[in-house]
């Protein structure tokens, strides 16, 4: 039997859930739940490493990305729903010392 | 209720463990601190850099850790190694441990000739240190005598999902039961300070949360630069933490929900606050276990992901692995798994009970994992200012 893929989804306001499985790739389904035990079935964009994070729903650049219920950063690219969520489209808003560094914009 | 067994002091904490401390006073006396350690069973060092060269608050800082150290319920006697010309003040540490009752003895490295013979006539004072406190029995103890250190580390994505949330479920049943739970990694409450601070039990301990928060994050930016990598480590990104917000809210949780009582200074104390409180410290291992020792935390319960192995010289480490694939992989360091959570086998509450009864086990004497490897040296102070 295939072992189910799952990817939970912390928070109901969350737009990215984390994928507790080994060696999912490109193209292959996972089955998103929730704490109530609702179930979606996602089809992953990319290859996502354990632990690691997936679009729920279409995120805009500059939008926020919303895990526990609360800003983990923003989006700086556009992510599709099922695309893997990381540091290469998803920026920090703190500790920014680049930002506030003298000349920076 | 459960009791428990320790070995109670002059002032009426109770230790889990029976230890002589050899404190360096200062970096330089550290090679005779280990020289005394390594010959003289049933004692400890603290192999830190710090004490000389600094600005007078990060003087007084050092001195003020050491003497925490020293009060640790887990010493039952001290031996502190000075230099004889170093800026921390000696005299003061001194001074204060033997006020505690506990025996104290203190040696100058100068003034005895040299480090072979300060080596010579330490060794003689620890064995008779040790003798002195080894008849010393367990005691009755109640669970509202804990006091309890909580940290993660090495994290990963399960640690906000499992291993967190085992700690936050023995620090919700701790506080219940009278005892005292404290938590710290300040940098790791940035993008989740607004949910602490409004568990604080009011608006000057939610203020002080807000402050200490933003101290440290001004002394991250101070340098210019993006802080990722610093804070999440390159380990954490690995595992899946994609920025210190999201690093944080999974960080909190084991604070568990109780109500946050206050603020403690890095280099405090405490006999008698019960409840939860925050110690102001930074996330890296070293800095952050001294700061929860000099508490007087008789263990921590350490939450990791990725497996994080590190232990302290006076204070027992448990660790609660998140990560399923990381227990496998490191069962000689992990001491309870925590991963069965995100397999589905196992429910918080189940891992949790499993925890508060080891915890129990190794305040009556159970070595922790990190103990039976003897991976004692994750000490450091934090200090603010530049070493000059």
């Known amino acids: 039997m295939e072992e189910l893929k799952i990817a939970l989804k912390v928070n109901d306001l969350d737009n990215v859930a984390t994928i507790f499985a080994n060696g999912i790739q490109d193209g292959m389904d996972v089955e998103v739940r929730d704490k109530k035990g609702n179930k979606e079935t996602l089809t992953v964009i990319g290859n996502v490493p354990y632990g690691h994070k997936v679009a729920v729903k279409e995120i805009h650049i500059g939008e926020q990305i919303t895990k526990y219920g609360e800003e983990i950063g923003v989006a700086t690219k556009e992510i599709k729903k099922g695309e893997y969520v990381h540091v290469h489209n998803l920026d920090s808003i703190r500790g920014r010392g680049d930002w506030e560094k003298e000349g920076a914009e | ?388």
């Open chain 2, 1 to 388: 209720m459960t009791k428990w067994y320790g070995y109670r002091r002059p002032d009426g904490s109770v230790g889990s463990r029976n230890l002589v401390a050899i404190i360096p006073a200062v970096t330089c006396a550290n090679d005779v601190a280990n020289a005394i350690c390594r010959e003289v069973q049933g004692t400890c060092t603290y192999m830190h850099h710090q004490g000389c060269c600094q600005l007078p608050p990060d003087l007084e800082r050092v001195t003020e850790t050491l003497i925490s150290l020293g009060k640790s319920p887990n010493v039952g006697a001290i031996l502190i190694v000075s230099l004889g010309c170093e800026g921390t003040d000696h005299e003061r540490m001194y001074k204060e441990l033997k006020a505690t009752g506990k025996p104290t003895e203190i040696i100058h490295i100068q003034a005895l000739g040299g480090v072979s013979k300060a080596i010579r006539i330490g060794t003689d004072i620890a064995r008779d240190l040790v003798r002195q406190i080894s008849g010393i029995q367990r005691t009755e103890a109640d669970v509202s005598e804990i006091i309890m250190a909580i940290k993660c580390g090495a994290s990963d994505t399960t640690s906000g999902m499992a291993s967190n949330c085992v700690i936050g479920y023995i620090a919700d049943k701790l506080v219940d039961a009278g005892g005292t739970v404290v938590f710290g990694e300040t940098t790791e409450f940035i993008g989740g300070e607004h949910l602490l601070a409004k568990r604080a039990v009011n608006e000057e301990v939610g203020n002080k949360i807000y402050q200490i928060v933003d101290e440290m994050e001004a002394r991250a930016k101070s340098i210019g630069c993006d802080m990722r990598r610093g804070q999440p480590t390159p380990g954490n990104i690995e595992g899946g933490l994609s920025s210190i917000e999201e690093k944080s809210l999974g960080a909190i949780v084991k604070s568990g929900t109780k109500p946050i009582q206050g603020v403690l200074d890095y280099t405090e104390h405490i006999t008698d606050q019960k409840g939860l409180w925050i110690k102001d410290s930074p996330g890296r291992e070293p800095e952050i276990l001294t700061g929860m020792a000099a508490t007087g935390a008789q263990f921590m319960c350490f939450s990791t992901g990725r497996g994080a192995p590190q232990g302290f010289p006076s204070m027992p480490v448990i660790k609660i692995c998140g990560n399923p694939n990381t227990f496998e992989n490191m069962k000689d360091d992990m001491d309870l798994n925590a991963g069965l959570i995100i397999t589905g086998e196992k429910t918080i509450e189940e891992v949790g009970e499993e925890a508060f009864e080891m915890l129990l086990n190794v305040l009556n004497g159970e070595m922790t994992k990190n103990e039976a490897i003897q991976y004692f040296s994750a000490i450091d102070i934090h200090c603010l200012g530049p070493v000059i």
